[in-house]
């Protein structure tokens, strides 16, 4: 069995105080456009089975419990001795969390106590951006406040963290280069204009001020990245090598091989596997496997990508531990590795990595 030391979950979000009914349940398991086909419902799903594998045992139920038994149990428990018991048993020291998500989330405060873990901030650029337009009267107003709030956050935060500007193909092309002062105000004022219609932060002139606000303050910057193949991103990632920057591409499955490759281009430039793994279920194993054929080991990054149900941290986690054991187990089993060998890059990439970039304390 391959050790790994406590893991660092380097991107998640807080967990829902709320108690659920089943079809609440259910719609958090995965991101869908509509429901379930007929008949079936989202624990038919590898990220369902997932959770009825390694979430019932840590409530006191055996393994693949079924989802009527397993919701029961949460029920009898409550919301926060749920939350407590799965966080908890996933073997995680600490976590970064992206506090960008709106809802009755916990902050990295709450989800530390719950999880006795440690648990730092990213906060994102749009929100941060929102939050400010709120108490700006004009442009001016609004660019030196923003200035601030950058500066204020990277003073208590962990890293920045962006889900628009490379977000997926209807999201406009940011340019790789710092816009100059006269467009960031022209963006500034057609943002701040439709505020009022409810705008979200899409100009790429806006984004790409924000993104390069967050460079500079020397927090690492977690991206976004469900096209990690499209050249605005690999421009930015190219214009972005010498500042000392240190940015994490948060990409999705399928798409995780690229972002490996971009980890093994770019001196900068890290992976994570939660995106790939946690939706992949009993295919996490292959999934990380072909992740670790491109990037360097020192570049992976574990996290859980853990939204809203806590047993989608709990499923990272444990998908993970397993996955990771499997495939380098499986390299030292066929003589490939050393045991020495394995045990050292599953330490950096459950834990040893992310304190790295992020510069937490015992690194």
Known sequence: MIETPPLVDQSCHGVLRTELGLGTFEAQLMRSAGPPAAGTTFFDTQTGFAVRRWCPPLLGLEPHAAPARYLARRRELGAAETARRLLRGSGVAAYLVDTGVTGDLTGPKELALAADAEAFEAVRLELLAEQVADTSATVGAFLANLAEAVHHAAAGATAFTCATAFGGADTPAVAPEPPGPGAVRGAAGRWLAGRARGEAVRDPVLLAHLLWSAVASGLPL??????????????????????????????????????????????????????????????????????????????????????????????????????????????????????????????????????????????
């Open 222 to 363: 977690q991206l976004h990245t469900a096209a990690p193949d499209s050249a605005p991103l690999t421009g930015f990632l190219r214009a972005t090598a010498g500042p000392g920057a240190r940015l994490v591409l948060l990409g999705g499955y399928p798409h995780h091989r690229r972002t490996a490759q971009l980890a093994a281009a770019f001196p900068h430039v890290y992976a994570d596997t939660g995106a790939a793994l946690g939706p992949s279920g009993a295919r996490a194993a292959a999934a990380l496997a072909e992740l670790l054929e491109f990037a360097p080991f020192g570049k992976v990054l574990f996290s859980s990508g853990g939204r809203h149900l806590p047993e989608l941290h709990a499923v990272g986690a444990l998908v993970f531990r397993e996955a990771l054991g499997r495939v380098l187990g499986g390299w030292v089993a066929e003589g490939s590795w050393s045991w020495r060998d394995a045990e050292r890059v599953a330490a950096m990439v459950a834990a040893g990595n992310a304190r790295r970039v992020y510069r937490l304390e015992g690194d």
